[in-house]
Each structure stands twice: as structure tokens, then as C-alpha cells.
């Protein structure tokens, strides 16, 4: 064998062997790096779930605020129903009342007019159903008084 051929034969073998040792001392340098980027990634990882979970939990508080929203908007829409009706029954009223102010004067009137017909046609026959009942009832007072 020539010289020039063990000569390359050793380089080519002296490369390899650097390559080799080189790629050792890479990967024993690159290991702690690639330990902790997997320990950052569960770590990432735990944190999303944690905050998933915080930002669901405030999704579903939320939703419940709005529903309860809904309700007192449903709530307070029949309340003022009910006042419109409220009011619209005392404005009602207070034209009855004033309607029953200006003719009271003709009510009473009447009311008065109508009592003087009744005295007039009942009177008299009411005071003899009393005179009738009270005669009677002497009678029988004296009857039970003599026997």
C-alpha cells in the first residue's frame, strides 16, 4: 500500500472519529437543553389546561349573569305593564270621581225625591201593619194578664 493512501485512510478514519466524539459532546450538551424544552412544554401545557378551565368556569358564571339578566328584563317588562294598567285604572277612577262630583247635586236629588215616594206610597201602609201589630199584641198581654 502507498504511503499516500494510509495517509488518507487515517485522515478519513480521524475524521470519522472526530465527527463520532464531535457528535457526542453534542448531544451530551444538547440533552439538559432538550431535558428542560420538554419540562417547559408539560409545563405550558399544565397552564392551559389550568386557565381552560378558569375561563370556563367564568364562561359558564357569565352565562348565568346574562340568563338572570333575561329574567329581571322579562320581570321588569310585566311589572310595567301592570303599572300601565295601574295607571290607566286610576285614571279611571279619578274620572268617575270627578264625573260623581259634578252631579252628586242630581244623585242626591234623586236618591231624596225617591225616598218621599216611597214614604209617601209604603208609609202608610207600614204604620198600619204597626198600629195592627201593636193592638194585637196588647190584646194578648191583657188576655194572659186576666187569665
Given amino acids: 500500500m502507498s504511503l499516500a493512501y494510509i495517509i488518507a485512510l487515517v485522515i478519513v478514519v480521524a475524521a470519522l472519529l472526530v465527527l463520532i ?8 450538551k444538547v440533552k439538559p437543553t432538550l431535558k428542560h424544552f420538554k419540562e417547559t ?19 359558564k358564571k357569565v352565562n348565568h349573569i346574562m340568563e338572570r339578566a333575561q329574567d329581571l328584563q322579562k ?3 310585566i311589572k310595567m305593564q301592570r303599572f ?5 285604572h286610576a285614571s279611571s277612577l279619578g274620572d268617575s270621581l ?4 259634578e252631579h252628586s247635586g242630581e244623585y242626591s236629588k ?9 214614604l209617601k ?19 194578648k198581654q191583657k188576655a194572659r194578664a186576666q187569665q
Fill in 21 to 28: 466524539i464531535g457528535g457526542v459532546v453534542a448531544f451530551i
Fill in 84 to 88: 300601565n294598567e295601574l295607571s290607566d
Fill in 98 to 101: 270627578t264625573t260623581l262630583k
Fill in 41 to 59: 412544554q408539560a409545563t405550558v401545557q399544565d397552564r392551559i389546561d389550568h386557565f381552560s378551565g378558569e375561563a370556563d368556569a367564568i364562561q
Fill in 110 to 118: 234623586g236618591i231624596a225625591q225617591n225616598a218621599a215616594d216611597e
Fill in 75 to 77: 320581570v321588569s317588562m
Fill in 121 to 139: 206610597t209604603e208609609g202608610p201602609l207600614l204604620a198600619k201593619t204597626f198600629k195592627l201589630a201593636f193592638k194585637r199584641t196588647a190584646q
